[in-house]
């Protein structure tokens, strides 16, 4: 997320729009009530794999400032990056037999060009009345990334953060997890196998290390040392912008083959792509100081369900240390 002032999950609660009220299996007319209720991935050899979207992990997307805000110089060229990356792992993903693509807009302010995504896919934008797990659903078999970065306090990241430049750390049950981690807690307590990822070196071990055999593939490398602890939020959005990135084309040529290669995997090795779950969840957040507020600190608590627990408000309060 670009906007250092509020979460991607405070700017999509105040966002407007009835998002999908369904999955339509791709393709298909609908012609009943019933049939646009069914649910995904039940009709017999479909495949359908979700793919969430971001744009500080896309090869050739430089910071934030000129390139990831709605008024940025480069906002539509880095919308395009974007879009041709997600092209690229639909393509992949069919090539290994995937059928049905379900791609969230996660960015902010919104960086999936409709018009250039692939006839294939349907996109998902805006959700009410909160967020998690954003159009994500039990039934679809598998979950992708494109363009991630990695979480806040990531060392060698490039434009590292959790939801916004603001958050300093977020953990569950005393694991920091990042916007990645969040959503894979999401897709294994609804059975969705998470099995590729695309964005900085940074985020590919991210991944890795929270899951073990999942298939990556870095785009560009952060080259910043250090993990900016002790920065406030305005001076983290501006540490992470040095990075070594792949020429676009060759980005895209190689999530095709990673995220072929990613599913022809899953599908022979049922192993890899769930996290085990142990209830009751405990949310931590601490956000960093700002120009007029403190650090701060909120929690939140689920005896169950981890979705309800990423959706849960936090009221915090001061952290003093
Ligand atoms: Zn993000």
């Not at 990042?178 to 070196?201: H, K, N, P, T």
């Not at 305005?234 to 792949?246: D, M, Q, S």
Request: with cysteine; net charge neutral; charged share 25%.
């Amino acid at each position: 997320m670009c906007d250092s002032n509020n979460t991607r999950r405070e700017f999509l609660r105040f966002s407007v729009g009835a998002g999908f009220a369904c999955w339509l299996p791709a393709g298909i007319q609908v012609e009943s009530r019933a049939a646009a209720a069914e649910a995904p991935g039940k009709a017999a050899n479909r495949t359908t794999v979700y793919i969430m979207t971001d744009l500080e992990g896309v090869a050739g997307v430089i910071d934030s400032e000129n390139w990831c805000k709605p008024e940025s110089r480069y906002y539509e060229q880095a919308k395009e990056f974007l879009t041709l990356e997600v092209n690229a792992a639909i393509e992949g993903l069919a090539r290994g037999g995937a059928t049905d693509f379900l791609v969230a807009d996660g960015h902010g302010p919104g960086a999936i060009n409709p018009k250039l995504l692939d006839h294939r896919a349907q996109f998902a934008r805006n959700w009410a009345p909160v967020p998690y797990p954003f159009s994500l659903e039990k039934g679809m078999q598998f979950a992708a990334w494109i363009g991630q970065h990695a979480k806040s306090r990531t060392e060698m990241a490039h434009l590292a953060h959790t939801g916004s430049m603001g958050v300093f750390e977020t953990t569950i049950n005393g694991l920091a997890v990042g916007e990645f981690g969040e959503m894979v807690f999401c897709a294994s307590q609804l059975g969705v196998r998470s099995i590729f990822g695309a964005g900085d070196l940074a985020f590919a071990k991210e991944a890795q290390a929270l899951l073990r055999g999942i298939e990556t593939v870095a785009v560009k490398r952060g080259t910043t040392p250090g993990r900016g602890d002790e920065c406030d939020a305005e001076t983290y959005a501006k540490r992470n912008l040095a990075a070594i990135h792949c020429q676009p084309d060759r980005a895209c040529e190689m999530i095709r083959a990673g995220a072929e290669r990613a599913i022809r995997r899953a599908k022979t090795d049922t192993g890899f792509g769930i996290v085990p779950l142990k209830p009751p969840f405990e949310r931590v957040t601490i956000l960093r100081k700002t120009a007029d507020k403190p650090r701060r600190i909120g929690r939140s608590s689920h005896p169950e369900d981890v979705i309800a627990l990423l959706n849960a408000p936090l009221n915090y309060e001061t952290l003093t240390d």
